[in-house]
């Protein structure tokens, strides 16, 4: 079985992380301390005229990030991972949890970066440490008059995604058996693309987030139709309770029979089964 994985902050509760949106949400903080949208704090524009306030972000963020580790979710993606015949995992987070939970390079893409490493403005060195710093960290490398600023190697809002890391998605997706969204909101219109584009090949698509829905997020500005609606398995509970299940239930499917309409039907009964157990009524989504 060809499995591609789609993953959002929401994995990374297992961890001890809190997700971006939402009330209690890490973007609600931001704009609690800082007065700024997220969209404007973690943007090019303040990265250049005020670097300080990003970097007060930042390094928030990276302390934040100290002593996690890897949760159930991102193990179960790992037995996922080395159970498939190919498994590629394209993840929106930059805390490195996947990675370091050991899923392999060549099955993994960082889509918006890594928070664990530094780009010079100036002479263009990536890091992969921090030298001490006040408010903004300067790159120690740089030679000449001048030491140019570090930033994150992450993608800010109104930066584009690499072009690379996209079509190697796109490419891998064009031959999967199922396609997963976990832990993610889906707020880009990159996502739409690649949920519509499963949908049209016929790949299962299952949607796990507490509030995952064909209608969620920018899905709605998706052009629908019944096959978009049908397309979509979506299972309303957290990644930390639902991720793990599901992977025993694909690798179940894939030793039974690996035929697409064998993986659809017994992924539609999981989902049944698997809320009836762990929801209440009236959280279900029926498709």
């Known amino acids: 079985m060809r499995v591609m994985c789609l993953t959002g902050a929401g ?36 990265l250049m005229n005020n670097p300080e306030m990003l970097w007060a972000y ?9 002593g996690v580790k890897p949760g159930i979710t991102h193990q179960a993606l790992r037995k996922l991972a080395q159970s498939c015949d190919a498994f590629l995992e394209v993840t929106q987070n930059v805390d490195g949890l996947s990675r370091a939970a050991g899923i392999a390079e060549d099955s993994l893409i960082e889509l918006h970066g890594r928070a664990d490493t530094f780009l010079c403005m100036k002479c263009k060195v990536t890091r992969s440490s921090l030298p001490s710093f006040d408010r903004v960290p300067h790159c120690p490398d740089c030679r000449g008059q001048g030491k140019g600023i570090l930033r994150p190697t992450v993608t ?7 072009r690379k890391s996209i079509l190697r998605a796109h490419a891998f ?11 993610t909101s889906i707020q880009f219109e990159y996502l739409v693309y690649m949920i519509t584009e499963a949908i049209r090949l016929s790949i299962p698509v299952v949607y796990v987030d507490p509030k995952a829905s064909p209608y969620a997020g920018a899905l709605l500005t998706a052009d629908f139709d019944t096959d978009l609606v049908n397309g979509i398995i979506p299972i309303r509970l957290p990644a930390e309770i639902a ?19 064998h993986v659809k039907s017994g992924l539609l009964a999981f989902k049944e089964a698997t809320e009836a157990e762990h929801c209440s009524p009236g959280e279900q989504v029926t498709v």
């Open 243 to 261: 991720l793990p299940l599901l992977v025993d239930e694909l690798i179940r499917l894939d030793q039974v029979r690996n035929d697409p309409a």
């Open 11 to 46: 994995i990374s509760v297992s961890s001890g992380l809190h997700t971006y949106r939402g009330t209690d949400g890490r973007y609600s903080s931001i704009k609690d301390e800082f007065g700024l949208p997220v969209e404007k704090l973690l943007s090019p524009t303040t």
């Open 173 to 183: 997706l064009e031959s999967a058996d199922v396609f997963v969204v976990a832990g």
């Open 156 to 162: 800010l809002f109104g930066e584009n995604l690499s």
């Open 58 to 66: 930042w390094r928030g963020f990276l302390a934040n990030l100290q």
